[in-house]
């Protein structure tokens, strides 16, 4: 079956920079988007970041500048490199990719979370 799996998180001080990582594996077809989505503690899970097939990026605005979405499509993973964080960016971040399992099917899958945490 289809997996994402997200790695990279960790504690990290105001300031400070991590790479998270999401790999995608299983019977895939094709990859559309692939984004990254966050969910604080006592928070709703927002929009941090999403990228297409072809590259084109969108960011929540509290992250424009700060972070950067990237994607191999060969690899099949997506990658979300994090600077000058803050602690307000603490939160468990979780991949998202809307994955064509064959060429008839399009679904949309999550990963089981990675936790920043920004403090010192």
């Known amino acids: 079956q289809v997996q994402l799996v997200e790695s990279g998180g960790g504690l990290v001080q105001p300031g400070g920079s991590l790479r998270l990582s999401c790999a995608a594996s299983?019977?895939?077809?094709?990859?559309?988007?692939m984004g990254w989505y966050r969910q604080a503690p006592g928070k709703q899970r927002e929009f941090v970041a999403r990228i297409t097939h072809t590259g084109d990026t969108k960011y929540v605005d509290s992250v424009k500048g700060r972070f950067t979405i990237s994607r191999d499509n060969v690899k099949k993973m997506t990658y979300l490199e994090m600077n000058s964080l803050k602690p307000e960016d603490t939160a468990v971040y979780y991949c998202n990719a809307q994955i064509r399992p064959d060429q008839w099917s399009l679904r949309d899958y999550w990963g089981q979370g990675t936790q920043v945490t920004v403090s010192s």
């Open positions: 299983g019977p895939i077809f094709s990859i559309d988007g």
